[in-house]
Nanobody, 121 residues
Framework: QVQLTESGGGLVQAGGSLRLSCAAS????????MGWFRQAPGKEREFVAF???????YYPDSVPGRFTASRDNAKNTVYLEMNSLKPEDTAIYTC???????????????WGQGTQVTVSS
């Protein structure tokens, strides 16, 4: 069992930056592929990035180059650094854990509650 807790969201002006964190409980954090997702109002959940067990990061083509994901296995934490934020980045950002490849949303078995990011124009 893994519990995930996100933090770092908030209200920021367009052009600003935020760093989201996702802290995981348990001693097997390094066994999981960790993903970041976001869901804007009225839209489907969108895959933002995933970080494999060794720290390599995959971003889908739809995600802007303004986002950088990383993990610190010693701290059981994953991060999402977001720069030059735009109003269209407004969403609930959620981290999740997978024991498989991480490429498919259905593979993620543990989910955090999410943190709200609001970007004002």
């Amino acid at each position: 069992q893994v519990q995930l807790t996100e933090s770092g969201g908030g209200l920021v002006q367009a052009g600003g930056s935020l760093r989201l964190s996702c802290a995981a409980s348990g001693r097997t954090f390094s066994s999981y592929v960790m993903g970041w997702f976001r869901q804007a109002p009225g839209k489907e959940r969108e895959f933002v990035a995933f970080i494999n067990r060794s720290g390599s990061v995959y971003y889908p083509d739809s995600v802007p180059g303004r986002f950088t994901a990383s993990r610190d296995n010693a701290k059981n934490t994953v991060y999402l650094e977001m720069n030059s934020l735009k109003p269209e980045d407004t969403a609930i950002y959620t981290c999740a854990a997978s024991l498989q490849s991480g490429y498919t949303l259905s593979e993620y078995i543990y989910w955090g509650q999410g943190t709200q990011v609001t970007v004002s124009s």
